[in-house]
């Protein structure tokens, strides 16, 4: 929750930076570019820490990143302040998907990951959607950077609170006693070009494109397509990220109930894909988009748990971190 909420809390706030450092909206775009590309970049490396390290080490490193990085934003006093502050918390974004996946796989029950998986995807829609609120409300009131400094703070405050939590040490022992990653008997090459494994990169490079797309420009569609004020072109992505979060829901629960993890992905996938073309053909009333986009989002949202549990089959055990 707290990793989402930091990707979104500096969305309100950007016409006001843009307007005291003089921006483009390009210069404020390559900002979410080098954040995104170095997550990116070090996601590997993030998972190869994980393995070696355990979840909760690189976890708390990871928060402490994105709490840092945020604070320099709130003290940025020039542009080139805002591209370093967006690196860091791009290096710690890099961390969340490894480290947690790794720690549900090691501390939930098998019976129940469907369900920890579905809360997992859950919390980081919450933080998504209480971002925006926090940021906004304290900025109006006492400004941007004081918005960004209170953010970073809460986020600081809960990494002291999750490095004392025992619960989270002692996963699944990764690293033999010279310290070496174990991988098995395979070798890393052969691990990460598995035929499973790489069905599943490409599962997430398309549905990443697909995600992202409706999110970053569902608002600006429905007004082209449907002639909407921004208010309610606005309030249609709203429908989308809550029927997200109850398609997570029910997912969770399909998951625990079935082996059939493949079907339940490629189900909701379809359905979400089928409502989508129906609003890129504009042959609703607009009253109706609102409910074509929810339903999108049960589709897409239905398929988180299932999709973590296939990567967490095509993984080896010692090798979770890297495959995640």
């Known amino acids: 929750a707290l990793s989402h909420f930091l990707q979104l809390v500096i969305t309100p706030v950007i016409p006001l930076i843009k307007s005291e450092f003089d921006l483009t909206f390009a210069a404020i775009g390559a900002l979410m570019t080098v954040t995104y590309a170095v997550s990116g970049l070090m996601q590997f490396p993030a998972g190869m820490a994980v393995d070696r390290f355990g979840g909760r080490a690189v976890l708390v490193f990871g928060l402490t990143a994105m709490g840092l990085g945020t604070l320099m934003i709130a003290l940025a006093p020039s542009y080139a302040w805002l591209v370093v502050a967006s690196a860091v918390i791009g290096i710690g974004n890099s961390t969340f998907h490894p480290a947690d996946m790794a720690l549900l796989n090691a501390k939930v029950t098998p019976s129940r990951r469907g369900y920890a998986f579905s809360m997992h995807s859950i919390a980081g829609s919450t933080g998504w959607i209480v971002a925006p609120m926090f940021a906004a409300s304290i900025a109006e009131l006492f400004g941007w950077r004081v918005a960004m400094a209170a953010s970073a703070l809460v986020v600081l405050a809960f990494v002291m609170y ?59 569609a429905f007004i ?96 979770r971190g890297k495959v995640y």
């Open 162 to 220: 999750l490095a004392t939590q025992q619960s989270l040490a002692h996963e699944e022992a990764t690293t033999s006693a010279g310290g070496a990653v174990r991988t098995g008997s395979q070798p890393l090459t052969a691990i990460l070009l598995a035929p499973a494994v790489l069905i599943c990169f490409v599962f997430f490079f398309f549905t990443s494109i697909a995600y992202s797309s409706f999110t970053s420009f569902g608002p600006t």
């Open 224 to 319: 082209a397509l449907y002639e909407m004020p921004l208010v309610v072109a606005s309030g249609v992505l709203t429908t989308f990220f809550v029927g997200v979060t109850f398609g997570t829901l029910a997912g969770g629960a399909m998951a625990a109930r079935t082996k059939e993890h493949g079907l339940v992905t490629a189900f909701g996938c379809g359905v979400a894909a089928f409502f989508a073309l129906i609003i890129a053909l504009a042959v609703l009333p607009a009253s109706l988009v609102a409910l074509c986009a929810a339903l999108v989002g049960v589709g897409l949202g239905s398929t988180a748990p299932s999709r973590d549990i296939l990567v967490r089959e095509a993984a080896p055990a010692n090798a």
